[in-house]
């Protein structure tokens, strides 16, 4: 008895302990598995892509091995003579597109991979070594479908649910970490890293004539001398009430405000910018006289809303 015969009589039989159709009772007798043949020494067969065991691709491969049995991917990569070797190789499994399509053997693509017989694979190695491009040949395994652990694969295969202790457990983020400020750094160090920091922000005001501008910022930087204590205020503020965040996104001027709210006292531009290099905070810019700083925005709303 042929191997196809045995099946459906195991089908039949079945069917008949069942009382399902006969589609049902294909479905759950297994296909029997048959090892690959030697695809040879000279090519290695590589197990199947992971997007090739999702549910809905599980019932196409059940479907194709049930109809034409074990199969096989292949690829010849692209480049000269792309078309020709794909002759040879479509040629093995009786594919080319010259004759009917309803007498052609299989050849289905998927992705850049045609998938067909698996019994072809050493006369398709055997073609494209004798034309000196095995190289650009490469061989996937296709899974079966019948032997997948999805839910809705095994309720088409009438299979009973996985134990709940065989479900896989989903893995526990990991606790996300904590951003650290950088070193607390003196007025004087800031303004010495930043020669365009001055009270009001960074350089001077727009629509300031040039040769006005070097001498407002002069200006405006020995203010922000003067105003060191303040700064140190605003410095400790911000660390006892904002936590640093990786991204930069909160922009000085927006912020000075929550801080003239918070503490009651009147804060420029530069001197918040000041005070928050100084604490360490993530920062990005200039922007025109303003920054960016990685502050919590939890923590800014938080301190908006208690004002």
């Not at 015969?5 to 006969?22: D, N, P």
């Not at 065991?53 to 491969?61: D, E, G, V």
């Not at 365009?196 to 930087?221: C, I, K, N, S």
Request: glycine residues 8%; charged residues 25%; contains cysteine.
């Amino acid at each position: 008895m042929t191997r196809n015969r045995r099946r459906k009589v195991e089908i039949r039989l079945q069917r008949a302990a069942t009382g399902g159709s006969y589609t049902a009772a294909r479905w759950q007798v297994p296909q029997p598995s048959e090892p690959l043949p030697p695809a040879t020494d000279k090519v290695a067969v590589l197990p199947p892509m992971a997007s090739w065991n999702r549910p809905i691709t599980c019932r196409l491969w059940a479907k194709l091995v049930a109809e034409h049995g074990p199969l096989i991917a292949v690829n010849i990569s692209q480049g000269d003579r792309w078309w020709a070797l794909d002759d040879l190789a479509r040629s093995v499994a009786g594919a080319l597109q010259e004759g009917p399509p309803e007498q052609r053997g299989l050849w289905l693509a998927f992705g850049t991979f045609y998938v067909t017989k698996a019994e072809h694979l050493d006369g398709i190695v055997a073609k494209l070594d004798g034309a000196g491009a095995l190289r650009r040949l490469t061989v996937r395994s296709v899974p079966t479908g019948q032997d997948c652990d999805h839910a809705t694969c095994r309720r088409r295969r009438g299979e009973p649910p996985l134990p709940a202790q065989r479900r896989p457990v989903p893995a526990t983020p990991a606790a996300r970490p904590a951003v650290e400020l950088g070193p607390a750094l003196t007025l004087a160090e800031v303004m010495e890293a930043h020669p365009t920091l001055q009270r009001f922000g960074f350089g001077a005001y727009f629509g300031t004539p040039v040769e006005q501008r070097a001498q407002e910022v002069a200006d405006g930087r020995e203010q922000l001398r003067a105003r060191e204590d303040v700064v140190l205020r605003i410095r400790g503020w911000l660390r006892t009430n904002i936590a640093p965040v990786k991204t930069p996104t909160v922009g000085s001027y927006g912020m000075k405000h929550v801080v003239e709210s918070a503490t009651g006292r009147y804060v420029t531009n530069g001197e918040l910018i000041a005070a928050a290099l100084m604490a360490g905070y993530p920062w990005k810019g200039p922007s025109g006289p303003n920054a960016l700083f990685g502050m919590s925005k939890r923590d800014v709303d938080r301190a908006r809303a208690a004002q």
